[in-house]
């Protein structure tokens, strides 16, 4: 049986506390705030735990790539074997590399998902345009971390796939080469460009993320979460759609899949770890089957597809300009769509985006068998 | 095939003098070649004509030395641009007709046999295969009179010559062996032709080199490096290296063997050197069944009860120990890098193992067993190594599965517990909101 005695203190001590905090940060205004706040709950309400799902992997990104800071060290010199050294001799150091590297792909492959959801859903529409650019800033983040920390453990093949990479660029015309020299630090891949990859990875792109993502998550919590168009069209007047506490209900389903994705990492670090390769040798002849990582695969494959000239612009000219327009689009969707702010959202959008990914599906799977 | 800059051109040793009197001559001409822009009274004749006339007009469109401006008369002599057959052929303008064995070699050395001339062309190119040729076996059975012999075109045509480099050079390396086949693989161009010890000249060189490690090296790996006839018995003073050049030959390329061979007890008791264990034309892949006394061993030949069998016998077991170990060894990394272990370092200290079991196969021809058996010692304590970390690399891919299947049940009983939670939540709201209104 309890000690009232205890309990009597216990409680006292937190209301103390409670108290101590409120009269110098006046948070009441915030618990009120997370105390009111609620979640619509519909048929589609399972997509919304995919933005959570990416500020985890997001999270799981900053500490495991903290942990591998203490011992990696950014020279052509000594990464590769610094790497080496963090999965064979540091205590757990395989089960942190591993994870920090499954754990990048799957924020890549969740960000991607989670976009593709808002889009289906027109959840960019009035008001949350601001929202839907700041998350397509962020993905456009999370690919740059990709293509920057890809090249970190300096092997063989994320040498030659950034040398192709950093080279595609060249392609644009009067800037192209200025480009090339920028990310690479010199005409060629050396330890320059590893260095400047190595600052962007840990300092200029995590700088830049935590203001995105900052202000991502402000635009969701004041601005709440989007019910899509055809849900809204379903509910009758007068009626209210069904809802649910953001805290604790929606925060506990969130650890859910939180654990659940924790338990995905650790056995694919376990079971599938991530091959660290041959060291990076300029001077060695590019081995065949050099491709960049999975999410680079479609825009690769399709630039190789692209003829010599098309209309007599050259053909990588095209391929460049034409993805970077795409990304442009990409990112003003929601200025484009705006009957979808009015209810009536177009369904060009959704067959767009259909082709568009059935597209880059196929460069991908294309990608992998040409390869 | 080691290549010599030049191949080519052959010379006869005694008619060296006739070559210094037609020299002069013939530069005369040959420092001029004929334009190639000028009309060719010799083409436009033969080339209507039928027969070998008609088929060196055909073959001499891709000749080098018709790229390089050379024309019928450079060689054959006579006059071009005459209109007809007579004074075309005309003894007076050095016409020499059709240029077969003696003539055949003077012509090509005319020109490949003279330095200055040749510096024009190609500056690098050896100038000695003449007198290279008056050495060999063709070159002293021409001079001896024996017309079936080959010359300069039987090697490399007679107006079809491409560069040695062209892979569609008759003497380009992949094609030199069927090159020499082309008579010595002929029982009836060879009867009558003996070795030294009056014994018929076999025509089964070919199809034994067919079955070579040399052969599978140069036609299956493209290794152009591989032997073939030239290699061992020269080019243009082409000859059978006889017994006492046999580990010189086999040593060019395979040193180590050549130097420990000559050390060995063997030197001293083997005729043909190599070729006694290794055969010649048909040289097969080493292996470790040739050595030792047991089955389809090679020592079992000479030795029985004997200081060689027990010598054998034991280089044999040692290099066997080595082989096993260094197999064991792979087959434990290769295990752990499917898992997903980190062996880099291993791998390279495999390579060295690998290398003390290179090292122990070649320390055999030296016949000394203390030595094969220190290097296979040395190889032995790298593959103990290599156990070592394979079995600690086990046990941390025991622990990571063991632990991974810890985490797993934890991560399970709070996501149970966590849904547990939100039920509870859930039906407290519930009862706290009431029912529903109707």
């Known amino acids: 049986m309890e000690d009232p005695t205890v309990a009597t203190t216990t409680s006292s001590w937190r209301a103390r506390t409670a108290t101590w905090i409120e009269e110098r940060y006046e948070l009441g205004a915030l618990t009120r705030f997370i105390d009111e706040k609620r979640v619509p709950v519909h048929r589609h309400s399972l997509w919304y735990y995919l933005g959570g799902m990416t500020l985890f ?57 989670h976009m593709a959801s808002v889009i289906y859903l027109r959840a960019y529409r009035k008001p949350r345009e601001l929202t839907w650019v700041s998350g397509a800033f962020l993905l456009f983040l999370m690919l740059g971390f990709g293509f920057s920390g890809y090249l970190l453990p300096w092997n063989e093949l994320a040498f030659f796939a950034t040398k192709v990479g950093t080279g595609i660029p060249g392609a ?52 709440g979460m989007s019910v899509p168009p055809s849900v809204e069209a379903n509910v009758k007047k007068g009626e209210r759609l069904r809802e649910t506490r953001f805290f604790p209900n929606f925060v506990l ?24 390769g041959k060291k990076a040798d300029p001077f060695a002849s590019v081995p065949a089957g050099i491709r960049p990582e999975w999410y680079f695969l479609a825009a690769f494959q399709a630039l190789k597809f692209l003829p010599s000239h098309v209309l007599g612009i050259e053909g990588e000219n095209v391929g460049v300009i034409g993805f970077g327009a795409l990304a442009a689009v990409f990112v003003v969707l929601p200025f484009l769509d705006r009957g979808a702010s009015y209810g009536r959202p177009g369904r060009w959008v959704s067959w767009l985006a259909t082709i568009l990914f059935a597209f880059l599906a196929v460069m991908t799977v294309l990608g992998y068998i040409l390869a | ?41 010799c083409v436009t004749c033969h080339e209507k004509s039928s027969g070998a006339a008609a088929h060196a007009v055909t073959a001499f469109a891709t000749d080098i030395h018709k790229a390089r401006g050379f024309t019928c008369v450079d060689c054959h002599g006579g006059d071009a641009a005459a209109t007809d057959a007579k004074a075309a052929k005309d003894p007076a303008k050095g016409y020499k007709g059709v240029l ?119 036609t299956k790996k493209n290794d152009l490096s591989a032997p073939t006839c030239n290699d061992c018995h020269g080019n243009h003073g082409a000859r059978p290296p006889g017994a006492e050049a046999f580990v010189n030959v086999c040593g060019t390329c395979h040193t180590t063997f050549a130097t420990k061979m000559q050390a060995s007890a063997h030197a001293a008791v083997f005729d043909r050197g190599c070729v006694e264990c290794h055969s010649n034309h048909a040289v097969q892949p080493p292996s470790d069944t040739l050595l030792g006394m047991g089955e389809g061993a090679l020592c079992v030949t000479c030795h029985g009860d004997d200081n060689g069998a027990a010598a054998a016998t034991s ?90 299947a810890a985490s797993m049940v934890a991560i399970l009983l709070v996501v149970v517990a966590l849904l547990a939670k939100i039920k509870q939540i859930e039906r407290r709201q519930a009862e706290q909101d009431g029912p529903p209104a109707p």
């Not at chain 1, 859910?256 to 660290?276: H, K």
């Not at chain 2, 530069?27 to 070649?33: D, V």
């Not at chain 2, 079936?148 to 569609?168: F, N």
């Not at chain 2, 080595?322 to 980190?342: C, I």
């Open chain 1, 57 to 113: 992997l997001f999270i799981v990104q900053v500490v495991s790539g903290i942990m591998l800071i203490l011992y990696y060290r950014p020279s052509a010199a000594e990464a590769y074997e610094s790497v080496q050294y963090i999965v064979t001799r540091v205590e757990f150091g395989w089960l942190v590399r591993n994870v920090h590297s499954w754990s990048a792909n799957l924020l890549v492959a969740v960000a991607m998902l």
């Open chain 1, 172 to 223: 644009l015309p009067i800037i192209g080469h200025d480009i090339v020299r920028l990310l690479r630090g010199g005409d060629e891949v050396t330890g320059a460009t590893l260095s400047r990859f190595f600052g962007l990875h840990v300092a200029i792109l995590p700088a830049i993320t935590t203001v995105l993502v900052g202000l991502h998550l402000l635009f969701v919590q004041q601005q």
């Open chain 1, 253 to 276: 389903h969130d650890a859910v899949g939180w654990y659940l994705a924790l338990a995905l990492l650790a056995a694919l670090a376990a079971f599938s770890p991530w091959e660290l």
């Open chain 2, 1 to 41: 095939m080691r290549t010599t800059t030049s191949r080519p051109m052959l010379a006869l040793g005694p008619l060296a003098l006739l070559l210094c009197l037609a020299g002069g001559e013939a530069r005369a001409w040959a420092q001029t070649p004929a334009a190639t822009s000028a009309p060719n009274g």
């Open chain 2, 100 to 218: 077969r064995g003696a003539a055949g070699v003077q012509a090509c050395a005319t020109c490949h046999s003279d330095a200055n001339f040749m510096r024009k062309f190609s500056p690098s190119q050896r100038i000695d295969q003449a007198a290279e040729y008056a050495t060999s076996v063709h070159g002293q059975r021409l001079a001896g009179g024996d017309t079936k012999v080959a010359t300069c075109a039987s090697c490399h045509t007679a107006h079809g010559i491409r560069a040695v480099r062209d892979a569609k050079s008759s003497v380009y390396p992949t094609n030199v062996a069927a090159t020499c086949a082309s008579c010595h693989a002929d029982a009836t161009h060879m009867a009558g032709y003996t070795k030294a010890d009056g014994t018929p000249l076999p025509t089964t060189q070919l199809a034994e080199y067919r079955t070579s490690v040399h052969f599978a090296a140069m």
């Open chain 2, 315 to 404: 280089m044999r077991a040692a290099i066997d120990s080595l082989r096993d170990s260094v197999e064991q060894s792979s087959t434990l990394l290769e295990r752990l890098h499917a898992s997903g272990m980190e062996v880099g370092a291993q791998q390279l200290a495999l390579r060295e193992a690998r290398s003390h079991l290179t090292l122990s196969r070649a320390e055999v021809h030296s016949l000394n067993a203390e030595a094969v058996t220190r290097v296979v010692g040395e190889g032995l304590a790298v593959t103990k190594g290599l156990d070592e970390a394979g079995a600690a690399a086990t046990a941390e891919l025991r622990f990571r599965r063991q632990g991974l």
